[in-house]
């Protein structure tokens, strides 16, 4: 048996686990019901764990990007099927074809936002996406281009959950709820900018703007990349006109063309 440390009333967790391992092999050993609470998956997952499931989605992600020094992020969304300029001749429409070039400007942003990141000691603007492909690919890659960091959230789906390899390792982390999924993207975040995409970027877009015009959120740069597409899938002035949002609304967001732009941008409203 390992001594308690001195200062510290209790034997550690990990002990006991190992302690466990080393158990006599009986018909008690064995039985479910002697398992360590905290190892026993058929225990962790019944639903009336679902609150301490929760608990600990929000507590790992925090504690690891603490622990790597992350203090404020960069969020890139956008849509999962845009794909790599090179590779746009196998896009499943014209229209994604048609949007591959977004993919560059999302890794050239990536890269540029990075650079900046490791000037300053790759502690603030660390790039963090959904972790999948498309955009999300763009993102990590274009980290990946500076040298630097970057994360990825990704999330259990029946598509696309996998995550994309220019994620960085220890920052790459799985979900199973969407809502702390959400909450991890905007905590740190000192900026949100958006690419083209669907219901997930749409979703992702509005809760951004939807948390800042409450109050609920801190005021940041919100940036979206390619005006012509956002204008023409919603109706923005139509939402004024109809008194469900108000004119000062629209200027929670900045319509951008590029990387560079966005950028600027950026260190703007750092600088002010």
């Known amino acids: 048996m390992h001594d308690i440390p001195r200062g510290h009333p209790f034997r550690d967790s990990p002990e006991d686990v190992e302690a466990a ?52 992020t960069v969020v890139l969304f956008g849509g999962a099927r845009i794909p790599a300029p090179g590779r746009a001749a196998d896009a499943a429409s014209p ?32 790039i963090v996406t959904g972790g999948g492909p498309g955009v999300m690919e763009a993102g990590n890659l274009g980290a990946a281009d500076a040298g630097g960091r970057s994360i990825g ?22 979900f199973h709820y969407f809502a702390i999924r ?9 900026a949100v900018v958006v690419f083209p995409g669907g219901f997930g970027t749409l979703d992702e877009l509005f809760e951004s ?12 740069p919100v940036l979206l990349f390619g005006e012509a597409f956002w204008r023409r899938v919603i109706d923005w002035d139509a939402l004024v006109e109809a008194g469900t949002i108000s004119a ?25």
């Open 248 to 272: 000062t609304d629209l200027q929670l967001f900045r319509f951008v063309g590029t990387a560079a732009e966005a950028v600027a941008l950026i260190e703007g409203w750092d600088a002010g």
């Open 182 to 190: 959400k909450m991890h993207f905007l905590m740190r975040a000192a």
């Open 21 to 72: 391992r080393h158990s006599p092999d009986t018909p008690q050993t064995r039985s479910t019901a002697y398992r360590l609470a905290f190892q026993d998956d058929d225990f962790l997952t019944r639903r009336e764990l679902r609150p301490v499931r929760l608990q600990l989605e929000l507590l790992k992600p925090e504690l690891e990007l603490d622990a790597h020094g992350i203090v404020s």
């Open 153 to 174: 959230l990704n999330i259990v789906l029946p598509h696309e959950q996998a995550p994309n390899g220019h994620v960085t390792p220890e920052l790459c982390f799985n």
């Open 95 to 126: 229209g994604l074809a048609a949007m591959a070039a977004h993919y560059d400007e999302a890794r050239r942003f990536a890269r540029l936002m990075t650079e900046k990141s490791l000037a300053g000691g790759g502690h603030e603007h660390v």
């Open 209 to 220: 703007l939807t948390l800042i015009q409450t109050g609920r959120m801190r005021p940041v």
